[in-house]
Each structure stands twice: as C-alpha cells, then as structure tokens.
C-alpha cells in the first residue's frame, strides 16, 4: 500500500513557474515508478511526466518537454515537477502516482496508486 501526499500547486500568470512535490508512505518495501497526470476540466486524464526507481529512466510528454523537469529524491521519498515557462493549457488539476516496477511507464492504467491532485491555474 502506497499513500501519495501532493503540494505545490497555485495560480500562476502565462510565463511562470510552479513546482509540485508529492512525498510517498509506503507500507511495503516494493520498488515503484512514479508519475505525474494531469486532467483539465472536461478533459481525461494525460500523462506529464514519469521517473523510475532509481530515477535514470524519465519520459514526458511532447506538450511539456523541455518545460517541466521531474525529479526523484529517493531519502525522501518524494517526487517533484518542475513547472517553468507555464502556459494557460497548463491549467489542470495535478495528480501523483505511484506504479509497482523499478521502469517508468506512461500508461494511466499501470499506476496502482494515486494522490488527491493539487489545482494548477495559468492565467493570461
């Protein structure tokens, strides 16, 4: 059982930079991915960002590459997505989440656990 605790979110203006934290308890001792998903009103849910366990494998998706940097502080057990050149598309609530494995996946459906989603708003 893995619980994820997320934070960071805000309201930014078009240009701006926020950074989502996302600290996991875990009751076992399994190795696991972890993810960032996004899902904007009317909208599903999208993938952002992966890191595997180790944090050498990383994936993002085309819409945010070279903007957000996702990264792994594994004493802390946290996860963490850097936001920088933000844009109103970016608006969405921001969800982390946790797969079984040591390999980042990409895939909604492999992600066993997920966090309460934090609310990020660009505005123009």
């Known amino acids: 059982q893995v619980s994820l605790v997320e934070s960071g979110g805000g309201s930014v203006q078009a240009g701006g930079s926020l950074r989502l934290s996302c600290t996991a308890s875990?009751?076992?001792?399994?190795?696991?991915?972890m993810g960032w998903f996004r899902q904007a009103p009317g909208k599903g849910r999208e993938f952002v960002a992966g890191v595997g366990w180790t944090g050498d494998w990383i994936a993002y998706a085309d819409s945010v590459r070279g903007r957000f940097t996702i990264s792994k502080n594994g004493m802390l057990n946290t996860v963490y997505l850097q936001m920088d050149t933000l844009k109103p598309e970016d608006t969405a609530v921001y969800y982390c989440?946790?797969?079984?494995?040591?390999?980042?996946?990409?895939?909604?459906?492999?992600?066993?656990?997920w966090g309460q989603g934090t609310q990020v708003t660009v505005s123009s």
């Open positions: 989440a946790a797969s079984v494995g040591i390999v980042v996946v990409t895939s909604e459906e492999k992600y066993q656990y």
């Open positions: 875990a009751r076992t001792s399994s190795a696991y991915a």
